[in-house]
């Protein structure tokens, strides 16, 4: 019954934006964490941005200045704003919930930046 719609991602050149958004529906055992998740191939899924349900943040060190997560708590729904986007940003992101029991996937959305 969990779900997770992501959109957003698209094909930018190397300093440009995009904005990624997620919004989970469902029920959920208990709702602690959602982020997003970079998967580039021959590498481990990395975190690459997370907001907890008390608010905090953790950024990745590769994004740290240029990546901005926020959340809509009420709609269960989580933003990943990029700037200043460099071709190593390049992959596939996945939304994330931690549902407390269970950790919930989207099905990834296509980020890649031209050089």
């Known amino acids: 019954q969990v779900q997770l719609m992501e959109s957003g991602g698209g094909l930018v050149q190397a300093g440009g934006s995009l904005r990624l958004s997620c919004a989970a529906s469902?029920?959920?055992?208990?709702?602690?964490?959602m982020g997003w998740y970079r998967q580039v191939p021959g590498k481990q899924r990395e975190l690459v941005a997370q907001i907890t349900s008390r608010g905090s943040t953790k950024y990745a060190d590769s994004v740290y200045g240029r990546f901005t997560i926020s959340g809509e708590s009420a709609k269960h729904t989580v933003y990943l704003q990029m700037n200043s986007l460099k071709p190593e940003d390049t992959g596939v992101y996945y939304c994330?919930?931690?549902?407390?029991?269970?950790?919930?996937w989207g099905q990834g959305t296509q980020v890649t930046v031209s050089s």
């Open positions: 994330n919930v931690n549902g407390g029991l269970s950790d919930y």
């Open positions: 469902g029920i959920f055992f208990r709702l602690t964490s």
